[in-house]
T-cell receptor, first 118, second 114 residues
Framework: AQKVTQAQTEISVVEKEDVTLDCVYE???????LFWYKQPPSGELVFLIR??????QNEISGRYSWNFQKSTSSFNFTITASQVVDSAVYFC???????????????FGKGTLLTVNP | DGGITQSPKYLFRKEGQNVTLSCEQN?????MYWYRQDPGQGLRLIYY???????QKGDIAEGYSVSREKKESFPLTVTSAQKNPTAFYLC?????????????FGSGTRLTVV
């Protein structure tokens, strides 16, 4: 069975600090996708990144960066110079290879609530 | 603008009542999903549909029902058999060929039993 673990339930930082959100996953499949989503107080989930299991390159997008390490089954997310607007719940998710094709089901972690204080 | 519309935003249900949550998308996506979110929990899959007139149970389908009569619409009915329906419900969709951007989510419906 697939599993996604986000061990950090809540993180609180002061603005401009760097913060890393951890994600560890379990799957027996060799082909899968990993995702990060942001859920602001409004409730809608906002897509941040998708990474496939064959691409272990780190990704940087502005203040966001992602570190994918297959050897440790981790897909960590770092926000550099955090801002108050980054305050949200962040979810890591793993695609379900048994759902067939690309209409995949996602297994979500429980989320990390990030609070950035001014 | 294309997107997913969920209505209502807030819904109150009395004990023993069935209620239906609406999910409409104008993205021409083939697959649609319903997730339930409880405080401090991740999203758990209730039902999903990959094509019209076909749907499958997710991990927590008991007490819920769905229909997919049109590509654009995937309503979720919370029946009286669902013993703990108070939660935040999210609808999502994705094209048949997948997407580099993952799911598109609606803004959710918060259901409360009174």
């Amino acid at each position: 069975a697939q599993k996604v673990t986000q061990a950090q339930t809540e993180i609180s930082v002061v603005e401009k600090e760097d913060v890393t959100l951890d994600c560890v996953y379990e799957t027996r499949d060799t082909t899968y996708y990993l995702f990060w989503y942001k859920q602001p107080p409004s409730g809608e989930l906002v897509f941040l990144i998708r990474r496939n299991s064959f691409d272990e390159q780190n990704e940087i997008s502005g203040r966001y960066s992602w570190n994918f390490q297959k050897s440790t089954s981790s897909f960590n997310f770092t926000i550099t110079a955090s801002q108050v607007v980054d305050s949200a719940v962040y979810f890591c998710a793993l695609s379900d290879p048994n759902s067939g094709g690309s209409n995949y089901k996602l297994t979500f972690g429980k989320g990390t609530l990030l609070t950035v204080n001014p | 603008d294309g997107g997913i519309t969920q209505s209502p935003k807030y819904l109150f249900r009395k004990e023993g009542q069935n209620v239906t949550l609406s999910c409409e998308q104008n993205l021409n996506h083939d697959a649609m999903y319903w997730y339930r979110q409880d405080p401090g929990q991740g999203l758990r899959l209730i039902y999903y549909s990959q094509i019209v007139n076909d749907f499958q149970k997710g991990d927590i389908a008991e007490g819920y029902s769905v229909s997919r009569e049109k590509k654009e619409s995937f309503p979720l009915t919370v029946t009286s058999a669902q013993k703990n329906p108070t939660a935040f419900y999210l609808c999502a969709s994705i094209p048949a060929g997948g997407s580099a951007y993952g799911y598109t989510f609606g803004s959710g419906t918060r259901l409360t039993v009174v």
